[in-house]
């Protein structure tokens, strides 16, 4: 008869843990979605931060329930389990097996179904998630041939930026047309560096004589800022600038613009390459 008591006593006490879970969980999940979700970084500006930005989401959206869980039941023990009146020695623990399986298989299907869904968004589903692929991107975007060639150079301690279709004009400034997929090659002079821009959701590392490709597409019109995210000296931390999206008409007229005002200062540069070498190994020969 005790037995059965003690038996009916815990499954009250899991009925209502389970209860109080589920309405807390169903709660926090609708919150995460539609209210925190929007906020997650690093917002929607551009096609790869959206990506990511969605990605934010559904993990937290999956995470929340098992904190929930941990801490509904800890919360939930507090009150109904604490010792009361004369304290002594609590009741013998026994094993569940039916809750140690139910928790082995709930946590290796979690894991489990995040890492292929979490291989397929960062690989084929956003073409990198707009993080740095080396120079042969084994998945691209399925208009990567007419994407805008842009490339990014790393120095110490500033950004600078060519347009190969526009006789290899090289500029301080980045900018970008909105809603036209752009390749950026990402390389350095002389140390590594890594190419920053937070809100088009790319992030590659800038490293001498290697090519570093990685696609964005913008959604929307804006600035942004590029920052330096590799340690690259004494002045790493004002190695930082600011980028535009323009429309296309308005991109036109700036890269016409910039293409006449560096004229003088483009006969000189060196012969465009996506790859250069520091000045000892060029001297070396």
Known sequence: MTAEVGRDESRGHAVRVFTIWAVASVVAVVLVIWVLGPQLPPGTMTVQ?????????????????IALLVIVFFLYSLIAFRARGREEDGAPIHTNGRVIVLWLATTVT?????????????????????????????????DAHLALPVQVIGQQWLWTFRYPTYGG???????????????????????????????????????????????????????????????CGLWHGNMFTKGLVL???????????????NAPATHFLPPFSYRYFPEPQRRAG
């Open 169 to 231: 004009v090289e500029s301080p400034k980045l900018a970008i047309p909105a809603h036209r997929l752009v390749v950026l090659h990402v390389t350095s002079l002389d140390v590594t560096h890594s190419f920053w821009a937070y809100k088009l959701g790319v992030k590659a590392d800038a490293v001498p004589g290697v090519d570093n490709i990685a696609y964005v597409q913008a959604n929307d019109t804006g600035t942004f800022m590029i920052r330096c995210a590799e340690l």
């Open 110 to 142: 979690v894991v489990m179904g995040l890492a292929i869904w979490g291989s397929y968004e960062l690989l084929p589903g956003q073409n990198g998630a707009g993080g740095g692929m080396g120079p042969n991107p084994i998945f691209k975007p399925a």
């Open 49 to 65: 931060a959206g990506g990511q930005s969605f990605t934010n989401t559904v993990l937290t959206a999956v995470c929340i329930p």
């Open 247 to 261: 429309s296309q008409p308005d991109f036109s007229t700036w890269i016409a613009h910039t293409v006449k005002e």
